[in-house]
Structure formats: structure tokens, C-alpha cells
């Protein structure tokens, strides 16, 4: 049972911050990229931009979106939004064109804050963005003043220095912080209302999860525009004291030399990063003395989920623990963990739970399921502001999650009899071939034992009969002589015969979103191309029993 505090106690991340601000004002709190911010920083800082932005008519509860990568200014952007009770919607710096104006007209947003080399980007949409009257822009370059034509045009370092005082708000924990867009990948990206209490709460579980102290030093690697940074980073560093590290974009190089700088203890990463530090061959498992990585601090290896075999290889070969047992979404999180005391399972998402949340499994027609058996996870809140507020502009879409009262995750999985969580599939891309389902995720932990394979995606494709034939698309490590046939022959010793592949396509790196997560739709979209091999072309035959 999670401690009463936990469980009863609402409040904001503007208390939080002057909580620290009393304790530990002057101590290093974040390290962006090599600079490292305090409390007092931010807080000074944040009135500045909460000032300037009111005395451009930026009130309480207006949306302020951000064009931005990880640096200070951005943090600043976000905490200055906290300060002055703006709805900040940070926006993946990927986006252009229709995906671009679509969250900034979807938000409504009154201004925006961009880095002058996204700016082109903004610029020609302004005509179409009645709501947008300010373009804040991080930099100097020449000309960028006259450019933005439609809205008004101001410099970040003006805004910031102009001596303006942070308006008067005292937040409530049940007020909105932050709008988090959804992927977009059954339709136009939806924003999903993220308040106060819930991005704290959140923060909460998982450094209870993590048995985070302020010791820890948090390392993340991941862009502002994702939820996780909000929660691990900046609201779960205020929460256990110590300090973060954020650093602006993943490498594989950087990553040990990075632990080591920054001294961290905790590194926060998503699965496809931990694969490829998995099976990374530059970094042995124990570094001589002397090389710049050979000293660090790790403790903690923090991606879910992961497979067990992936997670085990990380255990073994750098002698860290793992946070591996979790599932959650923008929507709802933490659905399952790790509390204390309470072990994983090999494969499992942790433990339900339902000191938040009521989760259950159901069928397609809402019906429960027993324990054991798959189906759809949908879930209820126990308390309230833990989960979103619902997409913004789009109650038909937040109707639709939430059919019979239950929010439905889209996400297949099965909960045993000692109520651990497994996560089976993406709805979406849970295939069905022969009369069987079949769990692509499952398959990609069966492949992933091969140590040629660096990364793989199992995906559907179109068939030529009613149902899908299944894909493999995988990166090989440099020097692997492997083939398709041979991969293909080692399946029928692994797989059952529905699942085996048809198709089997080796590239060089698989197609992926900012943050690293693979983009199934665009592989299920290429389908079969002129460098994929066919095992019906090839004549092989397998036991189909």
C-alpha cells in the first residue's frame, strides 16, 4: 500500500518549485547540455517570460506552443508558462507544413516560441492562424523581424529583459499545464489536457518506482516536446531533490562519456534506445581504468517496456539494475509499475495499479475477460486528477476512448492471476493470420536472441487472400553474414507455423519518429519492395502444424 501522502495529496508544480526554491535554492537542479540551472535561476527567469508574455496579452489559461529544441530557453519557456498559468503545447520540432499548422491551429494558441532555425517553418502558415498574434523567436539571425509579416514579431532576449513582473496566479492543482499531442497515428494528432495534480502524481509513481532519492542523478535524452522529460526530469527532480541531466539528442557514443560527466545514476531511455545500448560492441562490459566511461555511476537502467531478453543482456553485461515493468499512456499513467518490494516478471509490465486505477481486460464488446485471457486494457480512475482531462477541442474524441465509462487504452494485454500486466500488442498492429492472432511485440523478443539483429519490426502487409501476411524488416550489426534465408529456416524452429513470416527485408536503419520509436505504418505502407525476400518466390517448405 502506497504511503497516505500519495494517496490523498493534490498540488501543483508551481508549489513544487517553491517548495525547492525554500529548501534548496542555490543547488545545482538541471544540467542542459553542459549548463547547469538552479532553483533561483528558473524561478526568476520563468517570472521573466511570465511577465513578458502578459504584457503581450497573454493571459491565464492561452495556449503558447514552442518550436524548440532541448536547450534553456526552452525549460524556461515551459516553466515561465507554469508561472504565469499559460497552457504551454510543446510541439515536435519534426513537424512542418499541415502537421505543424494543425497543432498550432487545433490549440488555439495566441503565440509561439520558436528557435530561428524552425522559423521558416512558421512563417508561411501565419496567414492561416487567426488566433496566433506573437512569434517569439531564440536567436539572431538578420531579417527574421521584417519575415514573419502576419503577427507580431519579438526577439526572446527583449522579452525576458524587460523588466515586466510575473502576474499574480496562484495555480490549482485541478488547472491545465500542458497540452501533450498524441502521435497521430490513427488520424489528425489530438492534444491530450494535462493538469497540474496529474503531471505530479505521475512524477510520483515513478520515482517511487525508481526508489529515487536526491542522491540520484537522472540522465534524459529525450526532446522537450515528450511527456517524459516533464515527469522524470523537471517535476520528478523537484519531488526527490537532487539534480537532472537533460541532453539534447540521443547517441550511442555519447552515452556512457555522458553518464560519467554528468555523474548520473538513473538513465531514463525509451526500448529502441536500450536495444541499441544493449548491443553496442564499442563498450565492453567492464572498461579498463582510465577510459572516460569506465567510472560511472550507473545504477539504474530505466526503459518500458522491454523485453525480457533485452532486458536481461542490459542486467548482465553493465551490472545495473532495470525499471523495465510499467505501461502507461499521455492519457493514463503509471496503468502498471514497480513499488517497492514488488519484483517484475519476466516480460510483464509490472504490477496493476490499482492504488490509482481500476484496470481490467475486456473483449470487443466490453465484456470482461477471465485472468489469463487477452484482450483490450481499459481502465478507471480511483482518484481523482490522474489522468488527462480529456482532447482538447474534441469531445467526440474523448467520447469515443471512453466507451461505457471505461477509457480504452487501443492497447492489447492480459493480467494473471497474480495481477501482473502484460502488454501483448498495439491494437492497431496485432495481426491476424490463418484464424490466429498474433503479438508482433512477441515475435520481435523471439528475433531479438539472434545477435546479428541490431533492431527489428514485425509488421503486417497486405495479403493476397482476405487476412495479412507478416513482415520482418530488420538493421543487422556491422559484419553480420546473415541472410534472409537463413533467418527464415531458424524461424521454423522458433515460431508457430501461423506466425511465421512470408517476407524478410534487410536495411541499413528503420524508418522512425524524433523520438526513436519505429513508424510500423510507414513499413505496413512500403509493403513489399524490390529488396524484400519472399520465402513462397524462394519454394520453402515448413511443417503448417
Same mark, same amino acid.
Given at each position: 500500500?502506497?504511503?497516505?501522502?500519495?494517496?490523498?495529496?493534490?498540488?501543483?508544480?508551481?508549489?513544487?518549485?517553491?517548495?525547492?526554491?525554500?529548501?534548496?535554492?542555490?543547488?545545482?537542479?538541471?544540467?542542459?547540455?553542459?549548463?547547469?540551472?538552479?532553483?533561483?535561476?528558473?524561478?526568476?527567469?520563468? @517570472?521573466?517570460? #511570465? *511577465?513578458?508574455?502578459? =504584457?503581450? !496579452?497573454? $493571459?491565464?489559461?492561452? +495556449?503558447? %506552443?514552442? /518550436?524548440?529544441?532541448?536547450?534553456?530557453?526552452?525549460?524556461?519557456?515551459?516553466?515561465?508558462?507554469?508561472?504565469?498559468?499559460?497552457?504551454?503545447?510543446?510541439?515536435?520540432?519534426?513537424?512542418?507544413?499541415?502537421?505543424?499548422?494543425?497543432?498550432?491551429?487545433?490549440?488555439?494558441?495566441?503565440?509561439?516560441?520558436?528557435?530561428?532555425?524552425?522559423?521558416?517553418?512558421?512563417?508561411?502558415?501565419?496567414?492561416?492562424?487567426?488566433?496566433?498574434?506573437?512569434?517569439?523567436?531564440? @536567436?539572431?539571425? #538578420? *531579417?527574421?523581424?521584417? =519575415?514573419? !509579416?502576419? $503577427?507580431?514579431?519579438? +526577439?526572446? %532576449?527583449? /522579452?525576458?529583459?524587460?523588466?515586466?513582473?510575473?502576474?499574480?496566479?496562484?495555480?490549482?492543482?485541478?488547472?491545465?499545464?500542458?497540452?501533450?499531442?498524441?502521435?497521430?497515428?490513427?488520424?489528425?494528432?489530438?492534444?491530450?489536457?494535462?493538469?497540474?495534480?496529474?503531471?505530479?502524481?505521475?512524477?510520483?509513481?515513478?520515482?517511487?518506482?525508481?526508489?529515487?532519492?536526491?542522491?540520484?542523478?537522472?540522465?534524459?535524452?529525450?526532446?522537450?516536446?515528450?511527456?517524459?522529460?516533464?515527469?522524470?526530469?523537471?517535476?520528478?527532480?523537484?519531488?526527490? !531533490?537532487?539534480?537532472?541531466?537533460?541532453?539534447?539528442?540521443?547517441?550511442?557514443?555519447?552515452?556512457?562519456?555522458?553518464?560519467?560527466?554528468?555523474?548520473?545514476?538513473?538513465?531514463?531511455?525509451?526500448?529502441?534506445?536500450?536495444?541499441?545500448?544493449?548491443?553496442?560492441?564499442?563498450?565492453?562490459?567492464?572498461?579498463?581504468?582510465?577510459?572516460?566511461?569506465?567510472?560511472?555511476?550507473?545504477?539504474?537502467?530505466?526503459?518500458?517496456?522491454?523485453?525480457?531478453?533485452?532486458?536481461?543482456?542490459?542486467?548482465?553485461?553493465?551490472?545495473?539494475?532495470?525499471?523495465?515493468?510499467?505501461?502507461?499512456?499521455?492519457?493514463?499513467?503509471?496503468?502498471?509499475?514497480?513499488?517497492?518490494?514488488?519484483?517484475?516478471?519476466?516480460?510483464?509490465?509490472?504490477?496493476?495499479?490499482?492504488?490509482?486505477?481500476?484496470?481490467?481486460?475486456?473483449?470487443?464488446?466490453?465484456?470482461?475477460?477471465?485472468?489469463?485471457?487477452?484482450?483490450?486494457?481499459?481502465?478507471?480512475?480511483?482518484?481523482?486528477?490522474?489522468?488527462?482531462?480529456?482532447?482538447?477541442?474534441?469531445?467526440?474524441?474523448?467520447?469515443?476512448?471512453?466507451?461505457?465509462?471505461?477509457?480504452?487504452?487501443?492497447?492489447?494485454?492480459?493480467?494473471?492471476?497474480?495481477?501482473?500486466?502484460?502488454?501483448?500488442?498495439?491494437?492497431?498492429?496485432?495481426?491476424?493470420?490463418?484464424?490466429?492472432?498474433?503479438?508482433?511485440?512477441?515475435?520481435?523478443?523471439?528475433?531479438?536472441?539472434?545477435?546479428?539483429?541490431?533492431?527489428?519490426?514485425?509488421?503486417?502487409?497486405?495479403?493476397?487472400?482476405?487476412?495479412?501476411?507478416?513482415?520482418?524488416?530488420?538493421?543487422?550489426?556491422?559484419?553480420?553474414?546473415?541472410?534472409?534465408?537463413?533467418?527464415?529456416?531458424?524461424?521454423?524452429?522458433?515460431?508457430?507455423?501461423?506466425?511465421?513470416?512470408?517476407?524478410?527485408?534487410?536495411?541499413?536503419?528503420?524508418?522512425?519518429?524524433?523520438?526513436?520509436?519505429?513508424?510500423?505504418?510507414?513499413?505496413?505502407?512500403?509493403?513489399?519492395?524490390?529488396?524484400?525476400?519472399?520465402?513462397?518466390?524462394?519454394?520453402?517448405?515448413?511443417?503448417?502444424?
Amino acid at each position: 500500500m502506497a504511503e497516505a501522502w500519495l494517496r490523498d495529496e493534490q498540488t501543483t508544480i508551481s508549489a513544487l518549485l517553491e517548495r525547492r526554491l525554500a529548501t534548496d535554492p542555490d543547488g545545482e537542479y538541471l544540467d542542459v547540455g553542459g549548463t547547469t540551472i538552479t532553483a533561483r535561476d528558473v524561478f526568476d527567469a520563468a @517570472g521573466a517570460v #511570465a *511577465g513578458g508574455l502578459s =504584457a503581450l !496579452g497573454v $493571459a491565464p489559461g492561452d +495556449r503558447v %506552443a514552442t /518550436l524548440m529544441g532541448t536547450s534553456v530557453e526552452a525549460l524556461l519557456a515551459w516553466f515561465g508558462a507554469v508561472r504565469g498559468g499559460i497552457v504551454m503545447v510543446p510541439i515536435n520540432t519534426a513537424y512542418k507544413g499541415d502537421y505543424l499548422l494543425h497543432q498550432l491551429a487545433d490549440s488555439g494558441s495566441r503565440a509561439v516560441i520558436v528557435d530561428e532555425a524552425y522559423l521558416s517553418r512558421v512563417e508561411p502558415l501565419l496567414g492561416g492562424l487567426p488566433d496566433l498574434e506573437h512569434v517569439v523567436v531564440v @536567436g539572431d539571425r #538578420a *531579417g527574421w523581424r521584417a =519575415a514573419a !509579416g502576419a $503577427a507580431a514579431v519579438h +526577439r526572446w %532576449a527583449d /522579452l525576458v529583459s524587460a523588466g515586466e513582473k510575473a502576474p499574480d496566479i496562484t495555480a490549482r492543482p485541478t488547472d491545465l499545464v500542458t497540452f501533450i499531442y498524441t502521435g497521430g497515428t490513427t488520424g489528425p494528432s489530438k492534444g491530450c489536457m494535462v493538469s497540474h495534480n496529474y503531471n505530479v502524481v505521475l512524477a510520483r509513481q515513478i520515482n517511487i518506482s525508481w526508489r529515487r532519492t536526491a542522491d540520484d542523478v537522472a540522465w534524459v535524452p529525450l526532446p522537450l516536446f515528450h511527456y517524459n522529460v516533464y515527469t522524470t526530469a523537471i517535476v520528478g527532480t523537484l519531488l526527490s !531533490g537532487g539534480r537532472a541531466a537533460l541532453y539534447p539528442r540521443f547517441s550511442v557514443s555519447n552515452f556512457w562519456p555522458e553518464l560519467t560527466r554528468t555523474g548520473s545514476t538513473i538513465a531514463v531511455t525509451l526500448g529502441s534506445m536500450a536495444f541499441l545500448i544493449a548491443n553496442d560492441e564499442r563498450r565492453s562490459a567492464e572498461p579498463k581504468s582510465g577510459e572516460p566511461d569506465a567510472n560511472t555511476s550507473l545504477r539504474l537502467f530505466a526503459a518500458a517496456p522491454l523485453p525480457h531478453e533485452v532486458d536481461k543482456r542490459i542486467r548482465d553485461r553493465f551490472g545495473v539494475d532495470t525499471f523495465s515493468g510499467a505501461y502507461g499512456l499521455t492519457e493514463a499513467s503509471l496503468v502498471s509499475w514497480q513499488p517497492n518490494g514488488v519484483p517484475n516478471k519476466p516480460n510483464a509490465a509490472g504490477i496493476v495499479n490499482d492504488e490509482f486505477f481500476d484496470v481490467r481486460i475486456f473483449d470487443d464488446h466490453d465484456v470482461e475477460v477471465p485472468r489469463g485471457t487477452e484482450g483490450e486494457i481499459v481502465i478507471r480512475p480511483k482518484r481523482p486528477n490522474v489522468m488527462f482531462d480529456g482532447y482538447w477541442g474534441n469531445p467526440q474524441a474523448t467520447l469515443d476512448m471512453t466507451g461505457n465509462l471505461w477509457f480504452h487504452c487501443g492497447d492489447i494485454g492480459r493480467i494473471d492471476d497474480d495481477g501482473y500486466l502484460f502488454f501483448v500488442d498495439r491494437k492497431k498492429d496485432y495481426l491476424r493470420r490463418r484464424g490466429e492472432n498474433i503479438s508482433s511485440q512477441q515475435v520481435e523478443g523471439i528475433l531479438c536472441k539472434r545477435e546479428e539483429i541490431v533492431d527489428v519490426a514485425v509488421h503486417a502487409v497486405p495479403s493476397e487472400v482476405l487476412e495479412d501476411d507478416l513482415k520482418i524488416t530488420a538493421t543487422l550489426r556491422d559484419g553480420a553474414t546473415l541472410t534472409e534465408e537463413e533467418l527464415f529456416r531458424w524461424c521454423i524452429d522458433e515460431l508457430p507455423y501461423f506466425a511465421m513470416p512470408r517476407y524478410i527485408e534487410f536495411r541499413t536503419d528503420l524508418p522512425r519518429s524524433p523520438i526513436g520509436r519505429v513508424l510500423k505504418r510507414d513499413l505496413r505502407e512500403e509493403g513489399v519492395t524490390a529488396t524484400t525476400w519472399d520465402s513462397v518466390a524462394a519454394g520453402i517448405r515448413y511443417d503448417r502444424r
